[in-house]
């Protein structure tokens, strides 16, 4: 810096003057503008408060819980009150589920078929949106299901795995186009015959596709290996000839809305080869276990829940019935609050959400359904001041449909909430989506709730 | 009044908790003003000024720190009095014994801060226990690391070996020598500045010029905007966005992304050193420049001459040149290559990394066997490799710092190869690097093998034209061009290696931070869903521009920067004062509502 100063030299007094001159400039500035900012075409103009000004960033731990202990203090009280009284949990806890009728035993067919899960596998199927992605959540919900209940495989799973999940990864010889029941469609469906996760792929040619765990290194759980290959197409596809680990499988053709190619493994394995030929439409793949209990992860980036009712009943019907799929659950919210500001918009949305429960309790009449309503959120930096009116909708439809609701804006902490989870790295920085790790505490907490009913259901049979 | 008196009390009182005094934050500026109003008074005496600055780095340093003060205190004792016995003693047996004691010190408290946690783990996950730290001197329940830990460990390890080797005198007063290791504008995050250069500067008398002023002014202001602006602005709605999420985001959004972090983690660094640098100037100090343009660099060795220049020096100094440097390798090259092979073992806890370790070792040795010539040149990349993996390790025991450290290593003895290789050897190297990158594609499709075979065939294609150009004998040079080519190369390879950087930040398990790199890499390759480039650039157009004329402003010629400075520095006061005024109010509407530390804080 030396270099080229000339050495007039200055008084320290003058640095004083000038860095005094500075903040005193500035805290006046403060004082005078205006608390709402300035507008200067696209931008507001600002300066901070005078609190902001004099907020110093101290080490002392706040009192108000962060929330983690939130979410532990909630598991605590949780088990304590499993050991008191389930009906006070079922009234007052924030992760309590919400039933038609206020019937807390709207889910013992559910758990009567977990209960025979040993002898007649079962499936759980979970749709959301991107907050799914990568298999969270249900990484969390499988691995305790299956521990209790037996079962093993990551279950259905795309044709075309375009993201690797935290569990799979695909390898595949070429990229067979996809159409989306909610989006990208690259080739025309006929009578909404997307198949049960709402996308197909459409293969012309031969094509050879492996899936096998993401990680060689992440800890063993059940869903890590399967026993049963199951390919699901179309039933008008030219004949297919599909190959698993290089031997033959052979079509269940006992049913006419979609074909079951499933193939037995000799032993347990964690990756599989599946070779097809001819062509026509392919719906997924399933890696299950013989027995036990599949959770499916169904993402489905970008969607708000409203497109069951264009799936094809048939298929939809054919396939809940041979999966013996028992709950459905479904999670919207994240494409949905910033869409339904208004009353009119709120009710209208109602309104669809309630007419996709009931077409789907009409094709899978022997499955419960529950939904889980929107989170805080705060996309921009801001939260939608009007959230707890989108839930209170979602709710009320909901049960007016007779399907269960569990509310995450107050498992989360309701309005503002969000702020202190993307504090503690449960949220993402987009104030929307769950790390990994929030989503393994909410998955963990829906979970236990859900296991906390099925104690109540033992309780009361026993 | 009540709030005020309530601010100043949190801010002053040793009662209080301790607070964060970042530069961008006002309380810093407000605790600064304040030091300098005493430190104005005591200026005209060294002695005084010199015992007065001392006293409130280190109320500084407890304001931030809390009691991670007793460790600082502690090492400026312990080294303080080591070097005055390797001063003292005749024999060189006695002056190794006192320089192993103050390694032993200092080494065993930066391993016990930074890799006590990571190996309790392993250890426990071996023994099949829960083993738990000891959190001494921390207000909570788990092992804080003490505030600037590494650059005061290292700063105090310069001293130790520059006084054995006899290249300074040791420090006969212990305020000076604590005043040396503890100067509050540099003692979070360097620069990490050598005794020889400071400590002949606690003897001069107070100067400042008129022109030194208002470069300081302009060096602080010009941190302010890097660390708001490109830093801050960038990561908060963009950056961290994406590396949280690498799959939300299309192709175009994660490669803009990690060529964004790039800029990010520059600008927060050089941004803090520009403030420290300004700082230390106002008060009569000049400490060394950290940074020196460093996405100018045309080859990755000549980025790590730009780069965290005093770190960078740092491990040249006491690592690589020890090492053996680019004369032979030591004991110490296979010790430490050994340790790191463990260290990748354990990391990786897999018989197949062992293997490959063993195996490019053992393809070194058989190079170095078969072709004595290059014996020079592979104990420089060797001792090259060493020290980039310990300084990747020094960041974290995580697997994303070792394979920056790596990559880093590799680009740096790939480049020196390169440049020695005839051209006819380079062509024919990019054809089958270009053959391999079209192979790979057709038979091993993946998003990763469409990245590198984009990156591959440019590669070979620049090469090919290269050699052509070559063969004809033509004699201009086109440096011009040569040069930007160079730059985008080695921006594009540093960036690579950024992003393995950034991802282990704060990655719960190595494995995590593996998976966003994976993740990014997976988008990159693969649809760029170009239909909705138009969408994302509109939703997020200020980003962009910012990143952009971020990179632009970087890659300014250095005479333009310089002219402009000297321009500010030149300005009357008052005109200065409405300037400095207007660069704040401007960094402040892109300032956002949390506080953002400055990135190396965690090192």
């Known amino acids: ?106 889910f013992d067919l559910l758990f009567e078929s977990l209960d025979s899960a040993s002898v007649h596998p079962m499936r759980i199927m979970y749709y959301g949106d991107s907050q799914l992605e ?117 079509c269940d053709t006992t049913h006419n809305a979609l074909k079951f190619y499933t193939a037995e493994m000799p032993d347990s394995v964690m990756s599989a080869r599946i070779q097809v030929r001819g062509s026509g439409d392919i719906y997924g793949v399933m890696l299950d276990g013989d027995e036990g209990v599949s959770v499916d992860n169904i993402a489905l980036r970008s969607s708000n829940g409203l497109f069951f009712t264009k799936l094809n009943a048939g298929q939809l019907k054919d396939f809940y019935n041979r999966a013996n799929v028992r709950l459905l659950i479904l999670q919207y919210g994240t494409n949905v609050v910033g869409a339904v500001g208004s009353d009119a918009a709120r009710s209208n949305y109602g309104q669809r959400f309630r007419d996709q429960i009931l077409y789907l309790k009409e094709v899978a009449p022997d499955a419960r359904i529950l939904v889980i309503g929107p989170m805080d959120m705060a996309p921009g930096g801001k939260t939608y001041s009007y959230t707890s009116k989108v839930v209170d909708t979602v709710r009320t439809y909901t049960l007016e449909a007779g399907a269960a609701y569990w509310d995450l804006y107050q498992v989360m902490g309701g309005q503002n909430s969000i702020y202190q989870w993307v504090e503690s790295g449960l949220t993402g920085p987009d104030y929307v989506h769950y790390s990994r790790k929030g989503a393994d505490k909410v998955a963990e907490l829906l979970g236990n709730s859900l296991m906390f009913y099925y104690d109540y259901y033992k309780w009361r049979k026993y | 009044m009540a709030q005020v008196l309530e601010f100043l009390r949190t801010l002053f009182s040793p009662l209080e908790p301790s607070v ?122 788990a092992l804080v690391m003490p505030l600037g830990i590494s650059f005061f460990l290292f700063r105090n390890i310069s001293y130790i070996i520059d006084v054995y080797r006899g290249d300074v005198q040791p420090v006969r007063n212990i305020l000076d020598f604590g005043l040396y290791v503890s100067f509050f504008p540099s003692i979070v995050s ?75 983690l520059y600008a927060d660094f050089s941004g803090y050193t520009d403030i420290a640098i300004g700082l230390a100037a106002l008060m009569g100090f000049r400490l060394s420049p950290n940074f020196d343009a460093p996405y100018k660099a045309t080859d990755p060795q000549n980025f790590w001459k730009r780069w965290h220049i005093s770190l960078s020096s740092w491990l040249q100094r006491y690592l690589y040149i020890p090492l053996g440097g680019n004369r032979n390798v030591s004991f110490g090259t296979f010790f430490w290559l050994l340790l790191l092979a463990g260290a990748l073992v354990l990391l990786s806890e897999s018989a197949v990394v062992a293997a490959a ?66 051209w006819w050897l380079r062509f024919v190297l990019a054809l089958i690097l270009g053959g391999a990158a079209v192979a790979g594609r057709m038979y091993l499709p993946s998003p990763a093998m469409n990245v590198a075979s984009v990156v591959a065939l440019a590669f070979a294609a620049v090469t090919a034209i290269r050699f052509i150009y070559h063969l004809t004998g033509a004699k201009k040079e086109f440096a011009g ?45 693969g649809d760029w869903n170009i239909g909705l480039l138009p969408q994302v650039l509109e939703s997020g157009w200020r980003v962009f521009a910012v990143i952009a004329a971020g990179l632009i402003l970087h890659w300014l010629p250095e005479k333009f920067k310089s002219g402009t400075a000297r321009c500010f520095a030149r300005m009357p006061l008052p005109l200065m004062l409405v300037v400095s005024l207007a660069v704040i109010f401007i960094v402040y509407q892109f300032m956002s509502s949390g506080v953002q530390p400055f990135i190396y804080l965690q090192f």
């Open chain 2, 357 to 422: 370790a063993v195996a490019i070792l053992a393809i070194i040795g058989l190079e170095a066997l078969l072709f004595p010539k290059r014996g020079k040149a592979i104990a420089s990349n060797l001792n090259g490799m060493v020290t980039m993996l310990l300084g990747g390790l020094w960041h974290g025991a995580n697997w994303n710092f070792l394979i920056w450290g790596g990559l880093n290593g590799l680009g740096i003895a790939a480049f020196k190869d390169w440049k020695a290789m005839p």
């Open chain 2, 20 to 141: 964060s005094l970042l530069f961008t934050q006002f309380g810093f500026w407000v605790f600064f003003l304040a030091a300098y109003i005493l430190f104005a008074l005591t200026a005209r005496r060294t002695r005084l000024r010199n015992v007065f600055l001392l006293l409130v780095s280190l109320y500084f340093y407890f304001r931030c720190g809390g009691l991670s003060i007793v460790i600082l205190a502690a090492v400026i004792f312990s080294d303080y009095l080591l070097g005055l016995c390797i001063g003292k003693a005749r024999r060189k047996g006695w002056k190794r014994f006192f320089v192993a004691v103050s390694l032993i010190i200092d080494l065993a408290l930066l391993c016990w801060f930074k890799y006590a946690g990571f190996l309790t783990g392993a250890i426990g996950s071996f023994l099949g226990k829960d083993l738990t730290m000891p959190a001494f001197l921390s207000s909570t329940d």
């Open chain 1, 134 to 250: 990568e298999d969270r959540m249900t990484v969390t919900l499988r691995k305790m299901l299956q521990t209790r209940f037996g079962g093993l495989g990551v279950g259905y799973l795309p044709f075309n795995l375009l993201y690797p999940t935290m569990s799979t990864t695909q390898w595949r010889s070429y990229d067979p186009p996809r159409a989306l029941v909610h989006a990208t469609k690259e080739f025309r469906v006929a009578d909404g015959k997307f198949g049960p996760i709402g996308q197909a792929a459409r293969v012309s040619y031969p094509i050879t596709v492996k899936y096998a765990p993401f990680s060689s290194k992440a800890p063993f759980t059940p869903a890590r290996c399967f026993r049963k290959v199951t390919v699901i197409t179309d039933t008008t596809a030219v004949p297919m000839t599909v190959e698993v680990e290089g031997s033959e499988v052979l």
């Open chain 1, 1 to 106: 810096m030396r270099d080229y100063c000339n050495y007039r030299f200055l008084k320290a007094f003058k640095v004083i003057l000038f860095f005094i001159g500075a903040l005193a400039a500035l805290a006046a500035a403060c004082c005078f503008f205006p608390d709402e900012g300035l507008e200067a075409g696209p931008f507001t103009l600002r300066l901070p408060k005078k609190d902001d000004l004099l907020k110093v960033a101290t080490s002392a731990r706040s009192d108000e819980p962060s929330p983690e202990d939130l979410l532990r203090m909630q598991m605590e009280a949780l088990r304590a009150e499993q050991e008191k009284d389930f009906l006070d949990y079922f009234q007052n806890s924030p992760s309590r589920f919400y039933f038609p009728d206020d019937n807390p035993e709207y």
């Open chain 2, 481 to 525: 061009l040569a040069r930007c080519w160079s730059v985008l190369q080695t921006f594009c390879f540093i960036t690579l290696a950024w992003m393995f950087f950034r991802a282990g930040i704060g990655a719960s398990e190595s494995t995590t931070g593996l998976d966003t790199v994976r993740n990014m890499i997976h988008q990159i390759g």
């Open chain 2, 190 to 264: 360097g620069p990490i500045t050598k005794a020889s250069e400071f400590i002949p500067q606690l003897h001069e008398p107070f100067s400042l010029s008129r022109e030194e002023f208002g470069l300081a002014v302009w060096a602080i202001l010009c941190g302010l905007t890097k660390k708001v602006i490109l830093g801050d602005y960038i990561a908060t709605n963009f950056i961290d966005r994406v590396f949280s999420n690498p799959l939300l985001y299309s192709g175009f959004e994660n490669l803009a992304a990690a060529a964004g972090y790039s800029l990010q």
